[in-house]
């Protein structure tokens, strides 16, 4: 038997984040061994998900922009999940 899930890197910039009184988790990823980027996914205590679309060249791009978002929009438009969310 094999094991065909590709092994993921977690980027040591991942981890909770509390902002307004609202944690969240920023998991910052990518397929381990891979040049395909880097993905951002800020994920709520309640399990709802935001996903960016595009994966960004570092780690560090993708921590700036979570940075950038939670300054320009706010943690509660990061994670609205009764409406979509695209970045």
Not at 23 to 39: L, P
């Given at each position: 038997?094999?094991?065909?899930?590709?092994e993921?890197?977690?980027?040591?910039?991942?981890?909770?984040?509390?902002?307004?009184?609202?944690?969240?988790?920023?998991?910052?990823?990518?397929?381990?061994?891979?040049?395909?980027?880097?993905?951002?996914?800020?994920?709520?205590?309640?399990?709802?998900?935001?996903?960016?679309?595009?994966?960004?060249?570092?780690?560090e791009?993708?921590?700036?922009?979570?940075?950038?978002?939670?300054?320009?929009?706010?943690?509660?438009?990061i994670?609205?999940?009764?409406?979509?969310?695209?970045?």
């Amino acid at each position: 038997m094999t094991n065909d899930d590709p092994e993921i890197e977690v980027s040591p910039l991942s981890g909770m984040v509390t902002h307004d009184g609202v944690t969240v988790d920023v998991q910052i990823y990518r397929i381990a061994g891979s040049g395909d980027g880097w993905f951002l996914d800020v994920v709520s205590t309640d399990g709802a998900s935001t996903v960016w679309d595009d994966p960004f060249p570092t780690d560090e791009a993708a921590h700036a922009e979570f940075n950038r978002a939670l300054k320009e929009e706010g943690i509660l438009a990061i994670i609205a999940g009764d409406q979509p969310t695209v970045h």
